[in-house]
């Protein structure tokens, strides 16, 4: 417990400078004004926003991502409450609630309910990576490459059951991420594979063109598609602090849905999206009156609210611990590790204690911010919300293109972008989730390299994955999962879920 007392207080050394500190609040403030525009979630948000963390250090990269990240989280709240089109996945059940309370003159309550409840999760959230930290490090450590494929292929399973439609199309799009990953050059032989004689390709294709191509110009063209119907919220705002009654019935739900959020967050392959669902799910059925909830019922904001938060910060527990990145965000987040020169994993903790512990620090810094600069920017959002659409949009893109020539100075990347930019609104239209393509795009190099050194190290067994006792579980659990998720029962039950 004082070990880690102090490294938390090593965390909020590092996190509390002028600069990282600066870092974080820009983060938060730019992640809720692009997150608050219906429809842009978290991952285009930090898509689109990953190229302005390239010319700064690591720590500081990574607390303004991490800052947009919670900031994007925040602003699709905001929108669901007051808008009623949820930013994100995990906004959707708030707007069940959240709108009610709105178009009953209880917007303010519904946006600080859920601000407070965000802030209470992130705390606890925040004790919980730090706790679990080094521990789990410590286990990471006695992984070998055998070890690592196999942790890889379980968290590949895991996004496939987790992610939303058919787990055909979610196989389909972890395979073609993998397929992807393998553009390039082959660094052991030097052999250039599929690149079909392009000079471009011969260096593989960019993170940042793949994410802000199928995230961010995929959801511009989306939102184009779709008539503005914006449901913005006429009435007044109101208080926005919550009363006694209301902090009685909110309680409960908010300690149940961290407690779920935060357990959920953890599992690979986007546990996260499942908390919100499982948080109102569970306050429904043991509500004395469960014909309130969608009728404006606090407890439907409070709970998912809290769930959502607690489980986008454990989330980042896989992440540090073992590399292994759970969701599409972290996917994200792992590009911008990589491209800052940082390998995710358990060394990370060892050799870089400021990046890790100062990472996890500004999590709760960046909660207290959110608190502190959204609750009385409420009206500016607002004001934001009544823009319309199309004069956004040309904005949005500029903004894009010139972020992604910044990377490289490459008109083709660009290029690249818009054409990734049209294969993802095609993926779309056909009803093919996106996120598990870039989970497995990012975890396919690292998948390939802990294979080659696994066999190598067999002498080309492939017997090793089975034969030593840590790989071998893993990839039980990766069978059991897809074998329980193709049965006819459970598949049906995953339907209901996503279709809610």
Excluded at 130 to 148: N, V
Excluded at 361 to 379: D, E, F, H, Q, Y
Excluded at 414 to 443: D, N, Q, R, S, W
């Amino acid at each position: 417990m004082s070990e880690m007392f102090a490294n938390l207080a090593l965390g909020f050394g590092v996190a509390l400078t002028l600069k990282n500190v600066a870092l974080c609040f820009t983060g938060c403030l730019v992640g809720t004004l692009i997150g608050v525009l219906p429809g842009v979630g978290p991952i285009a948000t930090i898509a689109m926003l990953l190229p302005i963390t390239f010319g700064l250090d690591p720590v500081g990269a990574l607390i303004m991502l991490a800052g947009i990240y919670y900031g994007a989280q925040y602003g699709g709240s905001t929108t669901a409450i007051l808008v009623n089109i949820p930013g994100e996945a995990t906004s959707v059940v708030t707007t069940l609630d959240g709108h009610q309370m709105a178009r009953q003159g209880r917007a303010g309550v519904a946006l600080g309910t859920a601000a407070l409840a965000s802030f209470f999760a992130g705390t606890v959230a925040t004790m919980v990576i730090a706790a679990l930290g080094a521990p789990l490090t410590k286990l990471a450590l006695l992984f070998g490459p055998a070890e690592y494929f196999s942790l890889m292929v379980m968290g590949l399973c895991f996004a496939v059951v987790l992610a939303r439609g058919s787990i055909l199309k979610a196989f389909c799009m972890i395979m073609l991420g993998l397929l992807l990953s393998t553009v390039g050059t082959d660094l052991e032989t030097g052999q250039e594979r599929m690149t079909f004689g392009f000079p471009p390709l011969s260096d593989g294709i960019d993170f940042a063109v793949l994410a802000m191509g199928v995230f961010g110009f995929a959801e511009v063209l989306r939102n184009l598609e779709n008539p503005e119907t914006r449901d913005v919220v006429r009435t007044k705002i109101g208080r926005l602090l919550p009363n006694w009654d209301d902090i009685k019935q909110s309680i409960a739900p908010v300690l149940r849905g961290t407690s779920v959020g935060a357990i959920l967050g953890i599992l690979p392959g986007n546990g996260a999206v499942l908390g919100p669902f499982a948080s109102y799910t569970i306050e429904k059925k043991i509500a004395k009156d469960p014909s309130r909830f969608g009728k404006g019922a606090i407890e439907g904001v409070a709970g998912p609210e809290a769930a959502n938060n607690a489980g986008a910060q454990t989330a980042f527990i896989p992440l540090l611990t073992l590399g292994i990145p759970p969701n599409a965000v972290m996917a994200l987040m792992v590009g911008a590790m990589t491209i800052h020169g940082i390998i995710p994993g358990p060394q990370v903790m060892t050799k870089n204690p400021d990046l890790f512990w100062g990472m996890i620090a500004s999590m709760w810094i960046g909660n207290l911010m959110l608190l502190i600069i959204n609750l009385p920017l409420v009206g500016v959002w607002v004001k934001l919300l009544q823009v319309p659409y199309r004069l956004m949009f040309p904005a949005i893109l500029i903004f894009c293109s010139i972020g992604i020539y910044s990377v490289n100075n490459q008109p083709v990347d660009v290029a690249f972008t818009a054409l990734f930019g049209l294969f993802g609104y095609l993926l779309i239209k056909l009803g093919f989730e996106p996120a598990p393509m870039l989970l497995g795009f990012v975890l396919g190099k690292l998948m390939e390299e802990k294979l080659r050194q696994a066999l190598i190290i067999s002498r080309g067994s492939f017997m090793t994955f089975i034969e030593r006792p840590i790989s071998a579980g893993l990839l039980l659990v990766a069978v059991a999962i897809l074998v329980i998720a193709l049965l006819p029962s459970m598949s049906k039950k995953r339907e209901e879920v996503f279709t809610e």
